[in-house]
Each structure stands twice: as C-alpha cells, then as structure tokens.
C-alpha cells in the first residue's frame, strides 16, 4: 500500500498539484456553507442535465452533469465522464438526459412510496438538438451512430414520465458541476442549487 501511495505521488504533475492547493484553499474559506433544506416549499420535482463536449485530453470523453430538485431543496445529484465518446454536443447532452431520465423515474417511485404522485417532470437541458432527438422518432443518417441504450430518454417521453424542457444556458444549474466557472456565477448557482453560507442567511 506504501507503495501505491509513494508510486501516485510520483505520478503528480504540477497542476494536479497547484488543483489540489486550490481545492484544499476553497475548502477551508467555505467550512460556514452547507446545504439548507427550507421548511415550507413546493414539492415539485424537476430535474437538469448538462454536459461538456470532449473536455477530457485524454480519450475526448464528455462530463456529465445531472441535478434534481424537489420544491428548491436539492435532492439528488451526479458529475462523471461519461462511458463512450460522443462524436457531437448534441449526443453528449443526448447522453446525459437519458441518465437523468433514469433517476427522476427511481425518485419518482421512491415518492410514490411515501404517498406522494408525481406527474410528468420538467427536465430542463439547453441543446436545442438533444431536444429534438427526443421527440423526433425518425433515425437521420447524422444520429444512426448513437447507441440504442440512450434512446430511453425518448421512451420516458413519449410514456409521459418527463418533459423536456429548454432552458437557457445562463440559467443551466448543472453547469456546477461540470465546468470552471467564473467566481460570481459560481457563487450565483451555489445559492441557487441551495448551497448556503450560514453566516450571511438573515
């Protein structure tokens, strides 16, 4: 084990380094932020995906981005590079929806077993192309190449399950999770997705 430590300290470069200093500095400024939970809320659930195209250097894999929110209290989330290479922004963020898909059909069960029905979910991404391959049944010679897995996304809309919704890229809570932000849009979706400092709630 010493050894496989020893071994991925040899392996840093300097800007895993300088990230970790960064991400070590971020940590200590913020020990008052957490995330809040309000009393009295709507219990809507809606869901929001996002994703990078080819930022990973490496093999040119994709992020993906999926957030949940039930009223405004952020109940669910997920970033990770995704499994496949997608050959457009259209596919990558056709990719993530089918996994956020997914999850808002477990939380909808999960609330059904406590008794509460949940209509058809809003699911908001801002590719006005990922949007149309969902309602779209028609294969087109640019999108024969995407997987069949992924077409669950146009299952769950067609089911009534969700609704794909457009959003603008400004409003897109999920880019938090899936690129550098500048500091103020960074602070702006925090408190969006409820991610509060406490010193500074009234």
């Known amino acids: 084990m010493d050894h496989c430590f020893i071994s991925q300290q040899a392996n840093l470069t300097l800007c895993s380094v300088y990230a970790c200093v960064q991400d070590l500095k971020y940590l200590k400024g913020t020990t008052n932020v957490r995330l809040c939970y309000p009393n009295k809320v709507t219990l809507n659930l809606k869901g929001y995906s996002d994703s990078d195209f080819a930022e990973y250097k490496l093999d040119r894999k994709s992020t993906s981005g999926t957030c949940h929110l039930l009223g405004a209290r952020l109940i669910s989330w997920n970033s990770q590079k995704q499994a496949c290479v997608a050959l457009s922004t259209a596919e990558a963020e056709y990719i993530v929806a089918g996994s956020c898909c997914a999850q808002i059909s477990w939380l909808k069960q999960q609330l059904s077993d406590f008794g509460l029905k949940v209509k058809k979910v809003p699911l908001f991404y801002d590719n006005t192309s990922a949007i149309n391959l969902t309602k779209n049944p028609v294969l087109q010679s640019r999108t024969k190449h995407i997987e069949i897995r992924h ?4 299952d769950q809309v067609s089911n009534g399950i969700c609704e794909i919704k457009f959003i603008e890229s400004e409003k897109q809570l999920v880019d938090f999770f899936t690129k550098p932000l500048a500091k103020d849009r960074f602070n702006y979706l925090r408190t969006e997705l409820g ?6 709630i009234a």
């Open 151 to 154: 077409y669950f996304v146009r």
């Open 195 to 200: 991610i509060l400092d406490l010193l500074n």
